[in-house]
C-alpha cells in the first residue's frame, strides 16, 4: 500500500515536472526562430473563431438567467434597477471569464489533445523529429500562444453578449428600460474590473492549451490512450481552470485596491 | 546525392559501440555493437520486441541510450544536445512503419514538408516535389490525402517524402510489414532503386527474410531501369562494385548473428534455422 502511494505521488511529482518544462519551453520558443506563423494563425482560427459560437450562446443565456435570478430578489426590495450594476459586475469580473475557459477548454483542450495524441499514436511527431521539426516549436507554441491571444477576445465577447442577453430579459422580464439597464451596467465598472476580467482569461488560455498538448503528447497505449487523453485534458484544464480562479481573484481584489 | 569521393569511402558511417537500452519492463538492447560502411545495408532481423525498431531510432537520435555510444557520419549522436539532433536529423532519411504522412496534409505538401522546413524556395520545392513523387510513380496523386491511398501507396509517399531531401543515409522501419507480396516487392525495389541510383546507406528492420535477400541478391540498373540479378559470391571481381549487404540478427537484447547473407543461409545454428524457418 505504502509502496502504491509512493510511486503514484512520484508519478504526480515526475507529471508536474515533466508540464512545467514543456509549458515554459513554449513560452522561451517565442524568444528565437524558427517561428510557425501558418500554424499560430490555423490555431487562432481554431481556437477563436472555432470557439465563438458556443461562446456566445452560453454568453447570452447566462447574462439573460443572472438578470432573472437576481432580479427575483431585488423585486422584493423594489431595487430592480440594480439588476444592470450586479449582472455587469458578476459577468465581467468572474462569469464571462470561467466559463469562457470551461467551455473552450471543453472544445479547444479535448480537441488538442486527441490531435496531438493521434498524431504520436501514428507515429507522426517521430516523424517530425525525424525530420529535424522541434515539436514543441511546431506543435505546442502555435496552440499556447493562440490560446493566451484568443481567450481575452472571446470573453469580451462573451461578456458583451451576456449583457445583451441581461439586457433583454430585464427588458422583456423586469419591465426596465433598456438604456437604464445599459448606463447602470456600463456605469458599475470601474478599471479594476475590467483588469479582473481581462487578466484571468489569459491565465485560462494558458492553462487550456498547455494541459491539452500535454496530455496529447503524452499519449499511451494506442487510440485508447487517445480518449483517456482527451477526457482527462478536459477534467485537468477545468480544474486548473476554476482553482486558478480563486487565486487569481485574490490577486486582481489586492492589486485593484493598492493601485486602482 | 553522393560525390564520387564519397562513393569511394568504405569507412563506417554508423557505428554502435557497447549500446544498452531499457524501460520500466527491463532492458531490450544488451550491449549491442556493430558498423555499417559507406552504401551498405544492414538488414536487422529478429523476433518482435528484440529492439529493432529501438536501433533504428537510437540512430536516428530519437532515443538516447542508457549506456554506450552511436557515432554517425563521425559525429558522436548519443552526446548531442535536442538542438544540434535536430539539424542532425536532416541529413537523415527514416520511413515509418506506416508511414507516419501527416494527415491533415497533401500527398505533395507532405513530400515538400521537409524542403519548407529548410526555407528553399517554392520553385525548388515544387521541382523536388514532383521529382520525387514520379520516382515512387505516384505523380498523379500530389492533391490527394493520405487518407484516400492505400497502405503501399502511403509507404510509397514516405519514400518520396525522405527522397526529396536526398538524405545519404535512410533508416527503413518494417517497410514491407503488413503489405500483400506484390506491394513488398514494389516497396523492396524503390528501396533498390534508392540504393543504386542515389548510392544511399540503409538500415532495414524486418521481419521478412525474403527483404533481405531480396536486396542482398538484385540491383536496380538505372541504364536498362530493370531490376538484375547480382552475380553470385564466387564472382569476386564483380562484387567490388556491388553494393554490400550485410545481416545482423538480434536474440534477447544482443546480436546473435552478424555475417554475409550467404553466411546466414548456409549456417547450420539451430536457432537460426529454427528462426529462418519461422519467418
Redesign the interface.
Known amino acids: 500500500m505504502g509502496t502504491v502511494l509512493t510511486d503514484a505521488f512520484k508519478h504526480l511529482v515526475a507529471d508536474v515536472q515533466d508540464y512545467s518544462e514543456m509549458a515554459g519551453r513554449a513560452l522561451l520558443n517565442l524568444a528565437s526562430g524558427p517561428r510557425y506563423f501558418q500554424d499560430i494563425l490555423d490555431q487562432m482560427d481554431d481556437i477563436g473563431v472555432g470557439s465563438l459560437p458556443i461562446v456566445l450562446m452560453a454568453g447570452f443565456f447566462i447574462g439573460a438567467v443572472m438578470v432573472l435570478q437576481t432580479g427575483s430578489q431585488f423585486t422584493r426590495f423594489g431595487q430592480t434597477a440594480l439588476t444592470g450594476d450586479v449582472v455587469s459586475i458578476a459577468l465581467v469580473r468572474e462569469l464571462g471569464p470561467t466559463l469562457t475557459g470551461i467551455l473552450v477548454a471543453g472544445r479547444s483542450a479535448s480537441g488538442i489533445a486527441s490531435v496531438l495524441g493521434s498524431m504520436v499514436v501514428t507515429e507522426q511527431v517521430d516523424a517530425m523529429r525525424a525530420m529535424g521539426t522541434d515539436p514543441s516549436r511546431k506543435l505546442v507554441t502555435p496552440r499556447v500562444l493562440a490560446g493566451i491571444l484568443m481567450l481575452p477576445l472571446l470573453t469580451a465577447l462573451n461578456d458583451f453578449v451576456g449583457l445583451l442577453g441581461g439586457c433583454v430579459a430585464s427588458v422583456f422580464s423586469l419591465r426596465l428600460n433598456a438604456v437604464e439597464f445599459w448606463t447602470r451596467a456600463i456605469n458599475a465598472l470601474d478599471f479594476a474590473d475590467i483588469m479582473q476580467g481581462m487578466m484571468k482569461p489569459i491565465v485560462y488560455g494558458f492553462i487550456l492549451a498547455t494541459v491539452g498538448c500535454y496530455k496529447g503528447l503524452t499519449v499511451r497505449g494506442g487510440t485508447q490512450g487517445v480518449g483517456r487523453a482527451t477526457t482527462q485534458a478536459v477534467v485537468v484544464a477545468s480544474v486548473m481552470i476554476i482553482g486558478a480562479d480563486l487565486f487569481l481573484t485574490k490577486l486582481a481584489l489586492y492589486l485593484g485596491d493598492k493601485i486602482f | 546525392m553522393t560525390t564520387s569521393a564519397q562513393e569511394n569511402d568504405t569507412s563506417a558511417i554508423v557505428a554502435f559501440k557497447d549500446v544498452k537500452i531499457g524501460f520500466d519492463e527491463g532492458d531490450v538492447l544488451r550491449g549491442v555493437s556493430f558498423e555499417v560502411a559507406q552504401r551498405e545495408t544492414l538488414v536487422l532481423l529478429g523476433e518482435t520486441g528484440t529492439g529493432k525498431t529501438l536501433t533504428l531510432?537510437l540512430a536516428?537520435g530519437?532515443l538516447r541510450p542508457s549506456q554506450g555510444t552511436i557515432e554517425v557520419f563521425g559525429e558522436e549522436v548519443s552526446a548531442m544536445g535536442?538542438k544540434e539532433l535536430?539539424?542532425?536529423?536532416?541529413k537523415?532519411g527514416?520511413v515509418?512503419?506506416?508511414g507516419?504522412?501527416?494527415?491533415s496534409l497533401t500527398v505533395g505538401e507532405n513530400v515538400a514538408?521537409?524542403l519548407r522546413?529548410d526555407r528553399l524556395s517554392e520553385d525548388e520545392i515544387g521541382k523536388r516535389v514532383e521529382d520525387a513523387l514520379r520516382f515512387v510513380e505516384l505523380e498523379h496523386t500530389g492533391e490527394m490525402l493520405p487518407s484516400e491511398l492505400s497502405g503501399g501507396m502511403r509507404r510509397r509517399v514516405s519514400i518520396a517524402r525522405i527522397l526529396a531531401?536526398r538524405p545519404p543515409m535512410v533508416l527503413y522501419d518494417s517497410p514491407t510489414a503488413g503489405l500483400d507480396p506484390v506491394t513488398a516487392q514494389t516497396i523492396i525495389t524503390l528501396i533498390l532503386r534508392l540504393r543504386d541510383v542515389f548510392g544511399v546507406t540503409a538500415m532495414i528492420a524486418t521481419h521478412r527474410l525474403q527483404d533481405g535477400f531480396g536486396l542482398a541478391n538484385f540491383r536496380f540498373d538505372p541504364e536498362s531501369r530493370r531490376v538484375l540479378r547480382l552475380k553470385g559470391p564466387g564472382d569476386a571481381a564483380a562484387r567490388n562494385d556491388e553494393p554490400a549487404t550485410r545481416f545482423v540478427v538480434y536474440r534477447d537484447g544482443r546480436i546473435y548473428f552478424e555475417g554475409a547473407p550467404e553466411e546466414l543461409a548456409e549456417s547450420k545454428d539451430a536457432y537460426l534455422q529454427r528462426f529462418l524457418a519461422s519467418i
Open positions: 531510432k536516428a530519437l535536442e535536430l539539424g542532425y536529423r536532416r537523415l527514416f515509418f512503419q506506416e507516419a504522412l501527416f494527415d514538408y521537409p522546413e531531401t
